[in-house]
């Protein structure tokens, strides 16, 4: 079961509501893009980031789970795992991640608690 990667964590500093498009985005080895789209529905919440040059104007789609702290006076936010971690994430298909469970539970087993994304810092 994947639902709970769809939730930010009571420690992040999320707060429901808080517009979140153009914050940067932070892996724990560096910048990553700039929020495009997130939502902060209930159990199906995330962060869609454009990577800009990074990884060749790409979007991935990070679970809510993945966000370890908010920063509102830098406007950035801060995300378990490193760049390449992330870079090999299940590609972002727009078109299916709302409405394709197979996609949503394919990237939520990557970045839930077990391997291969391998869990976050507590």
């Known amino acids: 079961m ?14 429901a509501g808080t517009d979140l498009i153009g914050y940067k985005v932070e892996a724990s080895d560096g910048g990553i893009g700039k929020v495009d789209k997130h939502s902060d529905e209930v159990g199906d919440a995330y962060l869609v980031v454009d990577t800009g040059v990074w990884i060749f104007g790409k979007e991935v789609l990070l679970p809510a789970s993945t966000v370890i702290r908010i920063d509102p006076q830098e406007r950035k936010i801060f995300v378990a795992g490193t760049k390449e971690q992330i870079e090999n994430a299940p590609e972002f298909h727009r078109d299916k991640h709302l409405s394709d469970p197979t996609y949503r539970e394919e990237v939520g087993t990557y970045y839930g608690p077990d391997i291969p994304f391998g869990g976050r810092p507590a």
């Open 2 to 15: 994947t639902e709970h990667v769809w939730s930010y964590t009571s420690t992040s500093g999320h707060l």
